[in-house]
Structure formats: C-alpha cells, structure tokens
C-alpha cells in the first residue's frame, strides 16, 4: 500500500505561482512513477504531468508546457508541482497519483494509488 497526501493548495491571482507536494509513504516510494492530475467541476480527470521513478524522464500536458514543472525528491518521499503563471482555467482539485508499473503513464487507469486532492483556486 502507498499512502499520498497532497498539500499546498489555495488561492491565487492570475500570473501567480503555488507549489504542491505530495508526501508518500507506505510501499517503496522511489520505486514508483508518480503523476499529478486535475478535476474542474463537471469534467473528467485530466492528466497535468508525470515524473519515473529516478526523475530523468517527465510527461506534462501540452497547455501546462512552460509553466508547471514535476519534481521529485526520493529521500523525502515527496514529489512536487510547480505551478507558474498560473490562469483561471487551471482551477481545479489537483490529486497525486502513484503507479506500479515503468515510465511515465498519462491515463488515470495506469495508476493504482492516489491522494485525496488539493483545491487550486485561480481568480481572474
């Protein structure tokens, strides 16, 4: 089993910046490619961006290419989400996810473990 719990949510202008961790534990979190999604209300959960186990290889959306940036640091059992220039469209719970499997997946069914969301506010 892995345990994530996202935080660092919140609200924010148009043009600024957050950052969100996802502290894991449980199972051997460095193992693991670990991603980030999104939900807007009434949508589907969206891919934002993917990370494998050692940080060399990363998969983002291409409306979040140039501003979010996926990191990952093993000894804390943490991976982040950088999130630049940020827009109102960008609103939405943002959930950490781990897979069990290589690379870095971009469907939410090649994931097993997920988090309980963060809520990212973006006002105009």
């Known amino acids: 089993q892995v345990q994530l719990v996202e935080s660092g949510g919140g609200l924010v202008q148009a043009g600024g910046s957050l950052r969100l961790s996802c502290a894991a534990s449980g199972r051997t979190f460095s193992m693991y490619p670990m991603g980030w999604f999104r939900q807007a209300p009434g949508k589907e959960r969206d891919f934002v961006a993917a990370?494998?186990?050692?940080?060399?290889?990363?998969n983002y959306r291409d409306s979040v290419k140039g501003r979010f940036t996926i990191s990952r640091d093993n000894a804390k059992n943490t991976v982040y989400l950088q999130m630049n220039s940020l827009k109102p469209e960008d609103t939405a719970v943002y959930y950490c996810?781990?897979?069990?499997?290589?690379?870095?997946?971009?469907?939410?069914?090649?994931?097993?473990?997920w988090g309980q969301g963060t809520q990212v506010t973006v006002s105009s």
């Open positions: 996810a781990a897979a069990i499997r290589v690379g870095v997946p971009s469907r939410a069914d090649e994931y097993d473990y």
């Open positions: 990370i494998s186990w050692d940080g060399g290889n990363t």
